[in-house]
């Protein structure tokens, strides 16, 4: 098979090892418009033999999510066995077994240098045990991982979410907010690049390109989250010969029925501001 080239203006290579998840959140963005498919799994040869191939920038990692990214029987053999040159990162709730993954993970194969911890831990309010959580973070922390902590912001847990973090970090533990997005008492949240284009109940043509390598759990290539969640429309697949045209500009009906996740603006992997993972043309009136 031949190499997968990341394009050099691509931000972010998002490989979702599985959507399975323990945690079940009211306000997952996963679940959009309750239409997740959660689909087949490649084996962990699989996704060796397929993420060995990607030639990306030393500043562009790879980075394992979900679902729970932890719950793939073959983690393990994923996380260790893809090219020690390849910088990689990995979001998840930590629910996993701590000790069991500081016995098989060294704390080498998550670490780069970058403005943001390669190891970010999503702590879900209503789901997560705070404590517990705090306890699995300062240990991976002081084995040597680059960890950290990230939160959704949620409008009705503002006060909860601004203690939880004075907490940690008092005890060292970089905790960050992420901008909540989505509807919340009849009030669309997050700052979107483009008007409705997210929740609405029209849907128009346009086109769209990506500057993010989307990799659902059977291998599909996808050009924005709206698209993975929903299993279609695949621009290509992991195990393919030959992938290319990941920046192309292609034909879109789903106009209005956009993932927040892709035309949010937010900051880029330097955590610039002003950049949105999708772009969009040609709308139709």
Same mark, same amino acid.
């Given at each position: 098979?031949?190499?997968i080239?990341?394009p050099? $203006?691509?931000n972010?290579?998002?490989? !979702?090892?599985?959507?399975?998840?323990?945690?079940?959140? +009211?306000?997952?963005? $996963?679940? @959009?418009?309750?239409?997740?498919?959660?689909?087949?799994?490649?084996?962990?040869?699989?996704w060796?033999r #397929?993420?060995?191939?990607?030639?990306?920038?030393?500043?562009?990692?790879?980075?394992?999510? #979900?679902?729970?990214p932890? *719950?793939?029987?073959d983690f !393990?053999?994923?996380?260790?066995c893809?090219?020690?040159?390849?910088?990689?990162?990995l979001l998840?709730?930590?629910s996993?077994? =701590?000790?069991?993954?500081?016995?098989n993970?060294?704390?080498?194969?998550?670490k780069?240098? %970058?403005?943001?911890? +390669?190891?970010r =831990?999503?702590?879900?309010h #209503?789901? +997560?045990?705070?404590q517990? *959580?705090?306890?699995?973070?300062?240990k991976?922390?002081t084995?040597?991982y680059?960890?950290? =902590?990230?939160?959704?912001?949620?409008?009705?847990? @503002?006060?909860?979410?601004?203690?939880?973090?004075?907490?940690?970090?008092?005890?060292?533990?970089?905790?960050?907010?992420?901008?909540?997005?989505?509807?919340?008492?009849?009030?669309?949240?997050?700052?979107?690049?483009?008007?409705? %284009?997210?929740?609405?109940?029209?849907?128009r043509?346009?086109?769209?390109?990506?500057s993010e390598?989307?990799i659902a759990?059977?291998? @599909?290539l996808?050009?924005?989250? +709206?698209?993975?969640?929903? #299993?279609?429309?695949?621009?290509?697949? &992991? &195990?393919?010969?030959?992938v /290319?045209? *990941?920046?192309?500009?292609?034909?879109?009906?789903?106009y209005?029925?956009c993932n927040?996740?892709?035309?949010? =603006?937010?900051? $880029?992997?330097?955590?610039e501001?002003? @950049? /949105?993972?999708?772009e969009?043309?040609?709308?139709?009136?």
């Amino acid at each position: 098979m031949q190499a997968i080239k990341i394009p050099s $203006n691509f931000n972010y290579i998002a490989v !979702f090892l599985t959507m399975d998840c323990n945690y079940k959140c +009211s306000y997952c963005i $996963n679940q @959009h418009h309750a239409k997740l498919k959660r689909g087949k799994q490649l084996t962990g040869r699989d996704w060796v033999r #397929g993420l060995n191939r990607i030639k990306t920038a030393s500043n562009l990692p790879i980075t394992f999510q #979900g679902g729970e990214p932890t *719950l793939h029987k073959d983690f !393990f053999e994923i996380t260790n066995c893809v090219k020690a040159y390849m910088n990689k990162d990995l979001l998840t709730n930590l629910s996993c077994d =701590v000790d069991s993954f500081i016995a098989n993970v060294p704390s080498a194969v998550y670490k780069r240098e %970058a403005p943001y911890a +390669s190891i970010r =831990v999503s702590y879900h309010h #209503g789901q +997560s045990i705070y404590q517990d *959580l705090i306890h699995s973070v300062y240990k991976m922390m002081t084995a040597g991982y680059d960890i950290g =902590v990230w939160e959704v912001d949620h409008p009705r847990d @503002h006060d909860g979410v601004a203690q939880r973090m004075h907490v940690a970090k008092r005890m060292g533990i970089d905790w960050r907010t992420k901008e909540f997005l989505g509807m919340y008492e009849g009030k669309l949240y997050g700052t979107m690049r483009y008007d409705q %284009a997210v929740g609405s109940p029209l849907k128009r043509d346009c086109e769209c390109k990506t500057s993010e390598l989307i990799i659902a759990p059977d291998g @599909h290539l996808h050009r924005c989250h +709206s698209d993975l969640y929903q #299993g279609i429309s695949p621009i290509g697949h &992991l &195990l393919d010969e030959k992938v /290319s045209g *990941l920046s192309d500009w292609r034909h879109c009906k789903n106009y209005g029925d956009c993932n927040a996740c892709d035309i949010k =603006v937010t900051t $880029n992997r330097f955590q610039e501001y002003g @950049h /949105s993972s999708v772009e969009v043309k040609n709308v139709k009136r």
